[in-house]
Each structure stands twice: as structure tokens, then as C-alpha cells.
């Protein structure tokens, strides 16, 4: 499926596209189609691409934060902050922030030593942490990377899971669900995902 078929598919859904394995001209070739929203693994390739493409493109941060790159982060002012994984890391950015920042809380669904993110058990309760502690954290969902392998099971079954927490935290302000990848998107929509990320899928 191409970008426009997937925009048209699913009106509801965000797509985030993500950015980090292709080049500056089919960024803004995408940007141009209408896409808005991309998404960066890297901070000091989020700090690049800002200033260097289109004012319009709304940057998402969804990779693994370092404390040492906390303060070029937040100096780039990204739209969202995907993949807190724990109430001590959100106060820590907390504390150097002047401005809100939305942010996911990245739970690990797939129970892998591989993903990061927070145990399934922990997550609301850290959730709720971080909304009652932090002034400029604006905790606004959660993100999952599905499980890995041809188990589909074992996708849906992690899909589920961060779904459910996701529900449980709507009635403490949490509207996004951020789960699904090039290779499982279609499972995690019909799993309750409203915001995707894809990467492959949007730039081969």
C-alpha cells in the first residue's frame, strides 16, 4: 500500500512517518503528499532535521533518551515525546523543561530484553505518577513495539495488552495509543491503535 492508501484506509489513525533510515529528499517528497508528523529515534538527528527542513513538519521523539541529550532535546522542542519509560526519567526531563511537553509512556508489552520500556504491571501507576509530579510532562497515552517473530498470537496478544492499559488510563486523560510498525500496523489498528509509526512501508 502506498502513503495515499493508507491515509484514505484509516482516517482515524495518526500516522507518525518514521524518518531515521531515509533521506532528506523523500522527507520532504512525503511532506508534500501531506504528511505532517514525523518521528526521530536519534536526538541529534531530530536537532538536524528541524532546522534544516520545512517549519511545518511536526517532529516526534521516539527513541531511547540519554540523559546526556535531554537538554538538546528539549531545546529542539519536538511535538511529543513517545518513549518515557519510567516516572524517574519523565521527572528528570521534568525539571529542566519551561515548556509542556505530550508524552507517551512506552510500556514493554512484548516482556523482551531487547524493547525498552516499562513492566505491563508498573505502567499505570507510574502513569499516574507522572501526571500528579511532573509540571511540564503532559502525560497523553502510552506506545508499545509489538512482540517480534511470525507468532500472530503473540502480536495480538501484545497489541491487546497495551491496549487495555490504555483504556484503563482514559479516564485519567490518556487519548493516544501508539502501536504498530510497517510490518503490524494493520493488527495494531484493529487491536485499538489510533496512532501508527511507520517507516519501510512509507519510503521504499
Not at 540519554?66 to 521534568?94: G, R
Not at 514493554?108 to 505502567?123: L, Y
Request: with cysteine; charged share 30%; aromatic share 8%.
Amino acid at each position: 500500500m502506498t502513503y495515499l492508501d493508507i491515509k484514505e484506509k484509516y482516517k482515524d489513525v495518526r500516522i507518525i512517518a518514521v524518518s531515521k533510515y531515509t533521506t532528506d529528499e523523500k522527507i520532504i517528497a512525503l511532506h508534500k503528499l501531506g504528511q505532517i508528523e514525523f518521528g526521530e529515534n536519534k536526538v541529534q538527528d531530530l536537532v538536524r532535521k528541524k532546522a534544516e527542513l520545512s517549519e511545518t513538519i511536526k517532529w516526534h521523539f521516539i527513541g531511547n533518551l540519554q540523559k546526556n541529550k535531554v537538554n538538546h532535546l528539549i531545546k529542539a522542542k519536538p511535538v511529543m515525546w513517545q518513549s518515557c519509560v519510567s516516572f524517574e526519567m519523565a521527572k528528570y526531563v521534568d525539571t529542566r523543561l519551561d515548556y509542556e511537553l505530550p508524552t507517551l509512556l512506552e510500556i514493554n508489552v512484548a516482556n523482551e530484553d531487547s524493547k525498552a520500556g516499562i513492566n505491563p504491571s508498573k505502567a499505570i501507576e507510574e502513569y499516574l505518577a507522572i501526571k500528579q509530579n511532573c509540571k511540564f510532562i503532559k502525560p497523553v497515552g502510552v506506545m508499545c513495539i509489538g512482540a517480534m517473530g511470525d507468532e500472530l498470537s503473540e502480536i495480538i496478544k501484545s497489541f491487546e495488552l497495551c491496549y487495555k492499559i490504555f483504556d484503563e488510563l482514559k479516564k485519567d486523560g490518556a487519548n493516544i495509543c501508539s502501536m504498530g510498525m510497517s510490518s503490524d500496523y494493520e493488527i495494531a489498528i484493529k487491536s485499538g491503535a489510533n496512532m501508527i509509526r511507520l517507516g519501510s512501508i512509507l519510503f521504499n
